[in-house]
């Protein structure tokens, strides 16, 4: 969409020369019904800030104008605004979750965040400070002051816009949950009050918590930040303007639209490496900003990027804005790692990280294929968590796999492999039967229990429905759904039905059990083995058909609740192969076949597509010699898995 890009550009020389930036913010949050007017997305709010940060307080004091167009349909006389800065004190929901995750969990002075209203206003209604009460609607914990309530004095109609004028400060925390500072490096996200969403009728505003992401309305930003002129900043927007001030500070402009949120970050350490890419949508600039120590990454991350950028491009669709900012995180800044805001995202890698160690590639494209989930389809991450870090794990085996090979996407050594898809796996089977996928983000279990199953288990459901529909159509799928609900936020059977629409086939059986449920997939070959066809006579003393006659039995067992249909492979000693599908309605089933051979191994799911199934070393049996092959190479298997699972818990 090149006009958009113009549209951007001419944007930014109007801001230059004194145009729109200055105007009044109601005359440009233009929501896109409005005629003559050409935007990606309706446009509800309007962010207009102006900050300026005190690295050596580590604080940020800012005034905020946020002009909300009210498309509700209906009158509003309460709004209410995330604050999260706030979920970094002790007695938070976030930091009481955590603890009952970690008992050990230590409160530090430097772990304190805050954000403070010094004064609240709405154009034409006065200095409503004294209206502001927190409200807590998802756990009445009183000491939580992650949500805001204001009421105005008087409604606000349909289709008006109201304006509120607030001025606060920012206390940033040592880097956690992926914003504060570390050392001279700061991570400025989720910083200022927020408006929550409109949706189902109702306000959408929760509290911040230990495993909840985000979820906002599209817009416009326009933010300034003054900040020491030494400091190298980067933006999920685009710079408009950049003046040095006498103090010795220097004033930055950003300008973004059609995102839902504004990110930044600083550090007089960056080093600023330049690139672009071209895709359908034109060209765009890529910013990667470098710790010290990591000269070695450089071109491992812009690889993996346009690698991704391009994928992405060809299988989902266009990416349509005109940049992304990629931040490396410094040395013990991993905290600060992995995040995805709008268009700009953060990485990680450490000095001597390996070449056939694919950390560094993996957490880049799934921070960029964030852009599309998060960014642009931008579901309710608070409730359906799935759709997002979900739906982008599914696509990072993907393009990980169509970029870096089908066994080799995680790790790489002449001594060892594992795929991308095989962690996705292990992640899901640690916390098998805990909860549904559909779970609201912060009633998981516990954190293991959300990555698990909202990475996890999402992503291997998707790559079993391959099975189902096939690899060709999922894509398809996913590329109707991205264009279809791109800028708008769609729940999770809007994408089931779009799944079921493309595939033109009725997957209920499978989402009930998969997307809804909990139950575990496990089947195993319960027994194979041989008879001499008359045993009575025809036997010698070691078992052997004397007629060559055999009758062979094969049993196949469904352990788990999970019902799946399944196709076995049945080998006999003279090279014939048979096939079976069996729907595995019962809980098992026996074959029977009278040959002139004895049978030698039987597998459910040659092909290795049912990654569902729990235990996999059950799923193939082999007689004599090859069983004792088999069950050794699984010890290898194992032993390597669990060997890297323990090494990624201590890297990340
Ligand atoms: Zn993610």
């Known amino acids: 969409m090149r006009q958009y890009r113009y549209a951007m550009l001419l944007a930014g020389v109007l801001a230059l020369s004194g145009g729109p930036l200055h105007a009044s913010p109601q005359a440009r949050a233009k929501p896109a019904a409005v005629a003559g007017t050409q935007t990606l997305s309706t446009r509800v709010v309007a962010y207009e800030i102006d900050a300026r940060l005190d690295p050596v307080r580590r604080t940020i004091t800012a005034s905020e104008v946020l002009t909300y167009h009210n498309l509700t349909g209906q009158p509003q006389q309460t709004f209410p605004f995330h604050l999260y800065l706030n979920a970094f004190q002790p007695q938070s929901t976030f930091t009481t979750e955590e603890r009952i995750d970690n008992p050990g969990l230590e409160w530090k002075r430097e772990h304190y965040g805050a954000i403070r209203i010094t004064r609240l206003e709405v154009t034409g209604m006065g200095d409503l400070t004294g209206q502001m009460q927190f409200i807590h609607p998802d756990d009445n914990n009183a000491d939580d002051h992650t949500v805001i309530q204001v009421r105005v004095p008087k409604p606000v109609p349909a289709g008006a816009d109201v304006q509120f004028k607030i001025s606060f400060e920012d206390q940033l925390p040592e880097v956690v949950a992926r914003t504060g500072y570390l050392r001279d490096f700061f991570m400025v996200g989720q910083w200022f009050p927020k408006v929550g969403v409109w949706w189902k009728g109702a306000w959408n505003c929760h509290q911040f918590h230990l495993d909840t992401e985000f979820f906002a309305d599209f817009g416009t930003f326009d933010v300034k930040l003054t900040l020491p002129q030494d400091e190298v900043v980067g933006a999920g927007a685009d710079l408009v303007s950049s003046v040095n001030n006498s103090d010795?500070?220097?004033?930055?402009?950003?300008?973004?639209?059609?995102?839902?949120?504004?990110?930044?970050?600083?550090?007089?350490?960056?080093?600023?490496?330049?690139?672009?890419?071209?895709?359908?949508?034109?060209?765009?600039?890529?910013?990667?900003?470098?710790?010290?120590?990591?000269?070695?990454?450089?071109?491992?991350?812009?690889?993996?990027?346009?690698?991704?950028?391009?994928?992405?491009?060809?299988?989902?669709?266009?990416?349509?804005?005109?940049?992304?900012?990629?931040?490396?995180?410094?040395?013990?800044?991993?905290?600060?790692?992995?995040?995805?805001?709008?268009?700009?995202?953060?990485?990680?890698?450490?000095?001597?990280?390996?070449?056939?160690?694919?950390?560094?590639?993996?957490?880049?494209?799934?921070?960029?294929?964030?852009?599309?989930?998060?960014?642009?389809?931008?579901?309710?991450?608070?409730?359906?968590?799935?759709?997002?870090?979900?739906?982008?794990?599914?696509?990072?085996?993907?393009?990980?796999?169509?970029?870096?090979?089908?066994?080799?996407?995680?790790?790489?050594?002449?001594?060892?492999?594992?795929?991308?898809?095989?962690?996705?796996?292990?992640?899901?089977?640690?916390?098998?039967?805990?909860?549904?996928?559909?779970?609201?983000?912060?009633?998981?279990?516990?954190?293991?229990?959300?990555?698990?199953?909202?990475?996890g288990k999402t992503s291997t459901v998707l790559l079993t429905l391959e099975k189902i529909i096939g690899e060709e159509t999922l894509r398809r799928a996913l590329h109707v759904y991205f264009l279809r609900y791109r800028f708008t936020h769609p729940t999770g059977e809007d994408f089931l039905k779009t799944v079921e629409e493309v595939s033109g086939k009725d997957l209920r059986w499978y989402f009930e059990q998969a997307v809804y449920g909990t139950s575990i997939l496990d089947y195993e070959i319960l027994d194979l083995h041989s008879d001499p066809a008359n045993w009575y006579k025809d036997a010698d003393n070691a078992g052997k058909s004397e007629s060559g006659l055999y009758r062979n039995y094969v049993s196949v067992h469904r352990k788990g609740d999970f019902i799946f249909p399944v196709d076995v492979a049945i080998r006999f000693e003279n090279g014939e192969t048979v096939r079976e599908r069996w729907d595995g309605r019962d809980r098992w089933i026996r074959y029977t076949y009278d040959r002139n051979s004895p049978v030698v191994s039987a597998e459910i799911d040659p092909e290795h597509q049912v990654g569902l199934d729990r235990n996999l070393f059950n799923n193939s049996y082999t007689v004599e010699e090859d069983k004792r092959a088999v069950r050794k190479l699984s010890n290898i298997w194992t032993f390597l898995t669990q060997w890297l699972a323990q090494l990624l818990a201590w890297l990340t």
């Open 248 to 455: 010795g500070t220097k004033t930055l402009v950003y300008h973004s639209e059609d995102v839902h949120d504004f990110s930044w970050t600083a550090s007089p350490s960056f080093r600023l490496i330049e690139d672009s890419w071209t895709g359908s949508a034109g060209t765009m600039k890529i910013h990667l900003l470098m710790s010290p120590g990591h000269e070695n990454t450089d071109e491992r991350y812009l690889k993996v990027l346009k690698g991704t950028l391009q994928t992405y491009d060809e299988w989902i669709g266009p990416y349509p804005y005109d940049r992304i900012t990629v931040v490396d995180p410094p040395h013990g800044g991993f905290r600060a790692g992995g995040m995805e805001y709008p268009t700009l995202v953060t990485a990680d890698t450490s000095t001597w990280m390996p070449r056939g160690f694919l950390l560094p590639e993996v957490t880049l494209e799934h921070e960029f294929g964030h852009q599309y989930w998060y960014g642009m389809v931008a579901t309710n991450e608070f409730e359906e968590a799935w759709l997002d870090e979900g739906i982008n794990s599914y696509l990072e085996v993907k393009v990980m796999d169509h970029l870096y090979g089908n066994d080799t996407s995680m790790f790489n050594f002449p001594w060892g492999q594992l795929s991308d898809d095989g962690e996705q796996r292990r992640q899901y089977m640690e916390v098998a039967d805990l909860d549904p996928i559909t779970r609201f983000a912060w009633k998981f279990y516990d954190d293991d229990s959300y990555g698990g199953i909202t990475y």
